[in-house]
């Protein structure tokens, strides 16, 4: 694996200020993030991206929007973070410097973890920003864009030609050398067939873990974490309730293995 990325030679400092980028770059952030944030208010927008979505065949049916919010929070906590700290720690990277650079490059993501209210551009991203756990989630989830999965072919094509706007702040996060080469094969294997196997991070010790295993079989796919979502209750109180109370990922909610 070929690890001359900038994110391992280059100081701190200069990271810190790559992320951050010049005024275009800012400004395009901020954009992004005000969108992002008025369309948390825009239930019509939602359910059209969930319609889509169901009409794809992609989600088997639409959960509330606060069994989605709750939903995303249990898959950032069971999922996403133990695993990113099992990635970092074995490639020597520091789990909450690697965060501050992803905020710094794109703060939507920690406004909008699952992706539902995000821009076509945020979601490609994102994928692009950080080596992923399994990037299917995020293929399945673009198609509530009509031409998603083109335009996302077309983003990675970009990124490895140089030419790519965010070029140099997603270049100063990325872990590993080849990932977009790699990621490009799979959007391209995907989009002639959605069946293809999957990019799958390799390095993780946590799936020793029976309950990490569960939760990455779980929330792995979008359909598996929509329907982890319609599985959760539906009043705030009796979600919030949970969310204090659930530690651990809840095994009687796990996808079906092979599912």
């Known amino acids: 694996m070929d690890d001359r990325t900038p994110r391992r030679s280059q100081s701190p400092l200069r990271l810190l200020r790559t992320a951050l980028g010049g005024p275009r770059e800012i400004r395009g952030k901020l954009v992004r993030a005000g969108r992002t944030l008025r369309l948390w208010t825009d239930r019509h927008e939602l359910e059209r991206r969930l319609a889509t979505l169901e009409r794809k065949g992609m989600i088997p049916a639409r959960p509330t929007r606060l069994q989605l919010l709750f939903g995303g929070l249990d898959m950032l906590r069971f999922l996403i973070t133990p695993a990113a700290r099992d990635y970092y720690a074995q490639r ?9 650079l992803r905020i710094l490059d794109d703060p939507v993501s920690m406004i909008d973890p699952v992706g539902l209210l995000s821009d ?4 490609v991203g994102h994928v692009m920003q950080v080596v992923h756990l399994n990037p299917i989630f995020d293929l399945q989830l673009i198609q509530m864009f009509d031409d998603g999965l083109e335009d996302f ?7 490895l030609a140089g030419t790519h706007p965010r070029f140099a702040t997603i270049a100063a996060i990325v872990e590993e ?3 977009h080469e790699r990621l490009l094969d799979y959007v391209r294997r995907f989009r002639a067939d959605p069946e293809t196997a999957p990019l799958v991070r390799g390095e993780q010790s946590l799936r020793a873990d029976p309950v990490f295993a569960a939760a990455e079989r779980t929330f792995a796919t979008l359909p598996g974490f929509v329907a982890y979502c319609r599985r959760l209750p539906t ?4 979600l919030g309730v949970r969310l204090l109370r659930v530690r651990e990922f809840p095994i009687g909610l796990a996808a079906e293995p092979g599912r």
């Open 92 to 100: 020597g990277i520091s789990f909450g410097f690697h965060q501050l």
């Open 120 to 123: 076509r551009d945020t979601i």
């Open 153 to 159: 072919e077309r983003q990675v094509e970009a990124m």
């Open 177 to 179: 050398a080849d990932y």
């Open 235 to 238: 009043g705030a109180g009796a």
